[in-house]
């Protein structure tokens, strides 16, 4: 699987993977459930990945190892070809940062929110930053900027969300369903705003999406997961043409 990317984007294959994901494994707690089933895939930098599949198969939990909210195996997952595991965690996620369904902003500003990663790290950005980093979120500083989180539409806050993310300089996206709650105008801004980070600035996006239309706007590569299993790599144009039953059936109760 892991060179099916590649292949299918024609890209080099000598070229060192952004993710490279080998044999992820998670059982339940209980230890009664495989919920991921050995998954292996590389990511290129600058890719746009969907991650499409049924619900409970495994998806958000793929996902939420790459920047270890939960704790994956030693050797399982790779950021530039190091082992995330022997990373300090907070410096991985500013790396690879997550971006959720729901945003949830902290109490204060819109640039106060903003501000709050860098100045953990002592570094006090200025208001032409903080304006900066609105814009990229599509968000016009002079109308934003002082509102207070609780003024702000979930379409809003999710681009505040988003701006507050782009402070911390990310290397990679993880995008949890980050447009299920809004409406289509704000899908619209953040999907216009994501594309923009990935043409301009080669930001890797990994999406977990119910939405099959997004992933086929947004996605270079799509990944269809089924009971813990990457069971195919797509073109989103091509997912007509998976084979695996259950991810034809998923796709055409989808479409
Ligand atoms: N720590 C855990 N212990 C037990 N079961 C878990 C744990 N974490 C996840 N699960 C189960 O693992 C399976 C996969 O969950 P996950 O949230 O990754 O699926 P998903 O594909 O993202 O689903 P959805 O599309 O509904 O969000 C589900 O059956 C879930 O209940």
Request: net charge negative; hydrophobic share 40%; with cysteine.
């Amino acid at each position: 699987m892991s060179s099916v990317l590649e292949h299918l984007l024609d890209v080099e294959e000598q070229q060192q993977p952004k993710i490279q994901i080998k044999n992820l494994r998670k059982e339940s707690d209980d230890g009664k459930l495989q919920i991921l089933k050995g998954i292996t895939v590389d990511i290129p930098k600058g890719m746009v990945v969907g991650i499409i599949g049924p619900s409970g198969s495994g998806k958000s939990t793929l996902l939420r190892a790459m920047n270890r909210l939960w704790e994956p195996p030693s050797s399982s997952v790779f950021l530039d070809g190091v082992d995330i595991c022997n990373l300090d965690v907070l410096s991985l996620r500013r790396k690879v940062a997550m971006l959720f369904q729901l945003p949830a902003l902290f109490e204060g500003t819109v640039a106060d929110n903003v501000r709050y990663g860098p100045q953990l790290r002592g570094i006090k950005l200025t208001d032409d930053e903080v304006g900066k980093l609105l814009l990229m979120a599509d968000l016009d500083a002079s109308t934003f900027k002082d509102k207070s989180g609780a003024e702000l539409s979930v379409g809003q806050a999710q681009r505040v969300a988003l701006a507050r993310t782009l402070a911390n300089s990310p290397e990679v996206l993880l995008l949890d369903e980050p447009t299920s709650a809004l409406d289509p105008i704000s899908t619209e801004n953040i999907e216009g705003a994501l594309m923009k980070l990935n043409k301009n600035q080669g930001m890797t996006l990994i999406m977990v999406s119910h939405s099959i239309k997004q992933i086929q706007r947004m996605a270079d590569v799509v990944c269809l997961v089924v009971d813990g299993e990457i069971v195919e790599v797509l073109k989103p144009n091509q997912l007509s043409q998976a084979n695996h039953p259950m991810a034809r059936r998923f796709l055409e109760l989808s479409s």
